[in-house]
């Protein structure tokens, strides 16, 4: 696609639900990431996929955080037991090799 | 959309006046440094990159710096508009991997 696409933009849940969040990357980008950014907050590195290689999973917060990435192309967060301190918007961003790293709009999670 | 960055230092300017974000960078082996733009609601926008081989590279109306000794990248943007008005982070990127740590940011709020 022409951008990365992010869905859904906004999700609110009920504290203690499993949600999943979804990334369409770049057609073609080898890379993807995604980032946490809580109110009033940097962006915080999660995970990255390159390529067929192993994840960097060392920015999950703790094990009720999850991603995949299918064929190389979408992929989807999921965090388990939501909490209210998961409450941010969570980017997703991918490049080509180290190149033309470009970011989704990301999708405000709400746990309430 | 709800603003990024409350709690961010904010640079306050005058419309027409030069701006300059700072920032310092955490890990002296990084090699590659990109600015981004975020307004309100919507994900990082690239402004401008440099590698750690350069210390000076001038895009349309911004400029940015690279002080490897101290560990300092600074942002320039000249004849600052309104539409400049948003939070500017910094990110690094170290060795092989192509993952982005960013800053903490700056809020640019420029006065009419």
């Known amino acids: 696609g022409a951008g990365v696409s992010q869905s859904p933009s906004n999700k609110v849940t009920e504290k203690g639900k499993d949600v999943e969040l979804r990334c369409d990357p770049i057609?073609?980008?080898?890379?993807l990431y995604w980032y946490r950014q809580s109110l009033g907050q940097g962006l915080e590195f999660l995970i990255y996929?390159?390529?067929?290689?192993?994840?960097?999973k060392s920015g999950l917060p703790s094990d009720r955080f999850s991603a995949e990435r299918t064929g190389g192309s979408v992929s989807t967060l999921t965090i388990q037991r939501t909490q209210q301190e998961d409450s941010a918007v969570y980017l997703c961003a991918s490049s080509l090799e180290g190149n033309g790293y470009t970011f989704g709009s990301g999708t405000r999670l709400t746990v309430v | 959309g709800e603003s990024v960055g409350l709690h961010l230092p904010t640079l306050s300017v005058q419309e027409g006046d030069n701006s300059i974000i700072n920032c310092a960078y955490s890990?002296?082996?990084?090699?590659?440094f990109i600015w981004y733009k975020q307004e309100s609601g919507k994900g990082p926008q690239f402004i401008i990159d440099?590698?750690?081989?350069?210390d000076k590279r001038q895009g349309q109306r911004v400029t940015v710096l690279l002080n490897k000794t101290v560990k300092h990248l600074s942002l320039q943007i000249a004849a600052t508009q309104p539409g400049d008005s948003a939070v500017y982070f910094c990110?690094?990127?170290?060795?092989?991997?192509?993952?982005?740590?960013f800053g903490s940011g700056t809020r640019l709020l420029v006065r009419p």
């Open positions: 057609s073609g980008h080898t890379a």
């Open positions: 890990n002296s082996a990084s090699d590659y």
């Open positions: 996929f390159q390529g067929n290689s192993a994840p960097d």
């Open positions: 990110a690094e990127r170290t060795g092989s991997s192509y993952k982005l740590i």
């Open positions: 440099i590698r750690s081989n350069m």
